[in-house]
């Protein structure tokens, strides 16, 4: 089906609602990345990228104090758990690949006791410590969500989706909580390849969507 504001109301409509939903949080360097390949995952709902672990009120990207860039995702434990998500995070970082600053440092928040566990489980099994991956296992005290123009970054720069959005009337925070788009950012980021198909081009040379992924039901790009 081609995308319409109809067809992103709809989808996001029936999205698992916050109530049904856990949070994970993740430092792993410059936020858009991990911003982009978390949206294309089964059973992720919800993204939304911000400033966590520092003591200072309030940062901005530009006031950051000593704070950590930092994704949040919100997901459905019946489809995906929290242990899969940070096999996920502890696989695709790259410390080296990062600047050696507190903004891009790696970082694992634990919210719960359980999801503490579940990432003592996960380095057990690799035979790996926090230390030998240059992660910090931390305790999450607050998040603060970044500024609109970080939010779904991949995505502000799709002109055809954005104004989807925009005939949707969706507020920049609309657009940052929309299910929709937390897919559609990371097809525009190239990481929707690892589960959903590239896109086809119509008469009209607008993509179309076709199918769903797999768990829970994301929009999958038709080929």
Known sequence: MTLTPATIRDYDARAADREATDTATFGLGCFWGPDAQFGTMDGVVRTRVGYAGGSKSNPSYHSL???TEVVQVDFDPAVVTYRDLVEVAFEEHNP???????????V????TAAQRDAIGAVLAAAGRTADDVETRIERLSRFYP????HQKYRLRSASFFMSAFEEASYSDEDLRE????ATLNGYVDEFAELAVPRARVDSASEPTLDGRKAGLGHPALAV
């Open 108 to 111: 694992v928040f634990a919210e």
């Open 146 to 149: 970044a500024e609109d123009y």
């Open 96 to 106: 080296q690949a990062q600047p050696p600053k507190t903004q891009y440092e790696n």
């Open 65 to 67: 104090g000593d704070h």
């Open 178 to 181: 929309s299910p929709f788009a």
